[in-house]
């Protein structure tokens, strides 16, 4: 019998991680019947035996090497065959029917596209990192004033913040990241997925930028709630730096062109410089520390401005 929602999850050594999202997966079910697929990356096997052991009704995708996100999103899709599809990061838990509150909400209000929640901290404090607006020559420009860190949460200074909005009541954003964002299958298929030329960082925003250009208003659920150790699953702080940021110039090159992405990308490389330079006041930065992070960026711009290579179809 074909299910509600297939909920796809890719993981990459969160055998720390798996076990309460899963649980939370389960736990919160009410009406709404789910297909649950783990599509894990790991080098070691560490976390399919334990999911094999103890969530015996996980389907579980095991591709035998790291495919990055998208990828591995697309490939756990590839198995469903729900009503909708829901990305969800192994990192998270979800509370109060999540699930069934998403996706009776997506049904009542149909035409978004793409649908969020509201994430909050483990210590039960907002996490805005659900939604964000969308990337513009102005939000990049502010970036590279340093703006969007001295005005942070700035509507107009800092505009992908969203300003201090807490993400409790119904609101169309840009982008819903993918930590939490449901589609209907059909929606999906129609914009083809994450684009697989993104490796980790900036393949939600691409979506929602492509859902855009089809006339869809992806919009927040704040009813539907789920903790969210942001980062919690990632490698090092710089490491992920350097991917964010790979993400960002591949979103500038894929999606703008002429004196737009030369603009876009030299507000990058601006911003991070500026950062850098200020972080030489600081005593003995250490390189996951925030000074070392931005050092880092800074060396190795060559490399990340590069993006993930490619253009995205418009």
Not at 116 to 138: A, I, K, N
Not at 162 to 183: H, M, N, S
Not at 274 to 300: D, I, M
Request: charged letters at 20%; aromatic letters at 10%; hydrophobic letters at 40%.
């Amino acid at each position: 019998m074909k299910a509600d929602v297939a909920i796809v999850i890719v993981t990459y050594n969160s055998e720390g991680h798996i076990a309460p999202c899963l649980e939370s997966v389960f736990a919160q079910r009410k009406f709404v019947s789910q297909q649950v697929i783990v599509v894990d990356n790991s080098p070691n096997e560490r976390t399919v035996d334990f999911i094999r052991a103890n969530f015996p009704e996980v389907e579980l995708v095991v591709p035998g090497a790291n495919l990055g996100f998208a990828k591995g999103v697309n490939l756990g899709v590839k198995h469903s065959d729900a009503e909708f599809v829901l990305l969800l990061n192994p990192d998270t838990i979800l509370l109060e029917n999540a699930v069934d509150v998403i996706v009776d909400f997506a049904r009542k209000n149909p035409g978004h596209g793409l649908y969020g929640g509201r994430t909050q901290t483990p210590e039960g404090d907002l996490d805005p990192s659900s939604c964000w607006g969308l990337p513009s020559l102005w939000s990049l420009g502010m970036f590279a004033c340093g703006l969007t860190t001295f005005a942070s949460g700035n509507p107009w200074l800092d505009p992908e913040s969203l300003g201090k909005w807490q993400r409790d009541t119904v609101r169309e954003v840009g982008v819903i990241t993918g930590c939490f964002l449901l589609a209907t299958t059909a929606v999906w298929n129609e914009l083809g997925g994450l684009d697989e030329r993104y490796f980790m960082y900036g393949e939600d925003a691409d979506l929602a930028m492509r859902a855009h250009r089809a006339g869809y208003r992806p919009v927040i659920c704040p009813d539907a709630r789920l903790v969210h150790e942001d980062g919690g699953c990632s490698d090092t702080p710089v490491h992920k730096m350097l991917l964010l940021f790979k993400g960002k110039a591949s979103l500038v090159r894929m999606h703008w062109n002429g004196p737009a992405q030369s603009l876009g990308l030299f507000f990058l490389a601006a911003g991070a410089g500026l950062r850098a330079a200020l972080s030489q006041f600081k005593s003995s930065p250490n390189e996951n520390g925030s000074a070392g992070r931005w050092q880092t960026l800074w060396r190795e711009r060559k490399d990340w401005l590069q993006g993930y290579g490619g253009r995205a179809a418009n």
